[in-house]
């Protein structure tokens, strides 16, 4: 199955911060909407970029997508 890594990047001094208060809500999300997988997490690219990440299906990302905005995605093997 394949897999996709939806990703949220924030830039500036509270990057790291407002990634971290982020990935709550994407927690959230998955208990709310009972998602196929429950992974996400914060990664730390700079002093001025964070980005949070929330892993899914192939077959659940369009109906995640379009509900929560994600800036970009990837491919991503588990």
């Avoid at 830039?11 to 982020?22: I, N, P, V, W, Y």
């Avoid at 809500?25 to 997988?37: G, M, N, P, V």
């Avoid at 964070?50 to 929560?68: C, N």
């Amino acid at each position: 199955m394949e897999h996709i890594k939806l990703i949220w990047d924030f830039r500036g001094t509270h990057a790291q911060k407002t990634a971290e208060h982020h990935e709550i809500h994407l927690k959230d999300f998955i208990k709310f909407e009972k998602t196929q997988l429950n992974i996400t997490g914060v990664e730390n690219l700079s002093d001025m970029h964070s980005l949070a990440f929330m892993i899914v299906s192939k077959d659940e990302m369009k109906p995640i997508r379009d509900a929560l905005k994600p800036h970009r995605g990837q491919l991503y093997t588990i």
